[in-house]
């Protein structure tokens, strides 16, 4: 099912399936490099049901990201509820397959997510955050909007946090 759809890709919910195509890049060392460790196979099964259930509890999570021209699957975009410095807030997150990099998938399917938290779902605001080193996904919070909103320790690594509300779009 189609959530959400813009000019090159369209966003649909995850089936297990997927676990293949998922782990081109959650299980590359060079994609997940920000991350404590790329997945294992058991780890992106677990990432999958994760988000299925986000679909239930939430009505989002991250979805599959496919590129219309060849039906093709380039990653993940979504909203998911994360425990940023204590506070659960819904927060834009995604992975792109290394060969799509660079020709602004990412940035694209990010911004109909912004859209689509404030717009259907009726968030004030939403929220992106990454480790400092985390340069990459920090452009691309800042290309659909997002300021810097504070900074915070997790995992012994200081992140910074992004935002962009509603009335700033």
Same mark, same amino acid.
């Given at each position: 099912?189609?959530?959400?759809?813009? #000019?090159?890709?369209? $966003?649909? /919910?995850?089936?297990? *399936?997927?676990?293949? +195509?998922?782990?081109?890049?959650?299980?590359?060392? %060079?994609?997940?490099?920000?991350?404590?460790?790329?997945?294992?196979?058991?780890?992106?099964?677990?990432?999958?049901?994760?988000?299925?259930?986000?679909?239930?509890?939430?009505?989002?999570?991250?979805?599959?990201?496919?590129?219309?021209?060849?039906?093709?699957?380039?990653?993940?975009?979504?909203?998911?509820?994360?425990?940023? #410095?204590?506070?659960? $807030?819904? /927060?834009?997150?995604? *992975?792109?397959?290394? +060969?799509?990099?660079?020709?602004?998938?990412?940035? %694209?399917?990010?911004?109909?997510?912004?859209?689509?938290?404030?717009?259907?779902?009726?968030?004030?605001?939403?929220?992106?955050?990454?480790?400092?080193?985390?340069?990459?996904?920090?452009?691309?919070?800042?290309?659909?909007?997002?300021?810097?909103?504070?900074?915070?320790?997790?995992?012994?690594?200081?992140?910074?946090?992004?935002?962009?509300?509603?009335?700033?779009?």
């Amino acid at each position: 099912m189609k959530i959400i759809e813009t #000019d090159r890709l369209y $966003l649909r /919910e995850f089936v297990m *399936h997927d676990k293949h +195509e998922l782990s081109k890049v959650l299980s590359d060392p %060079e994609s997940m490099q920000y991350y404590p460790h790329p997945f294992n196979e058991e780890e992106v099964k677990n990432w999958i049901k994760w988000n299925i259930e986000n679909y239930k509890r939430d009505k989002h999570g991250l979805w599959a990201v496919i590129l219309k021209e060849g039906d093709t699957f380039i990653g993940d975009c979504g909203i998911t509820m994360q425990n940023i #410095d204590d506070e659960k $807030l819904p /927060e834009i997150g995604f *992975h792109v397959i290394k +060969e799509y990099w660079n020709k602004g998938y990412a940035t %694209e399917a990010a911004l109909a997510c912004r859209e689509y938290a404030l717009n259907v779902l009726g968030y004030s605001k939403i929220f992106s955050y990454t480790t400092l080193r985390n340069i990459p996904s920090q452009k691309i919070a800042e290309k659909i909007g997002m300021k810097t909103y504070k900074f915070f320790e997790k995992n012994g690594e200081q992140q910074i946090v992004q935002v962009i509300y509603n009335n700033e779009g």
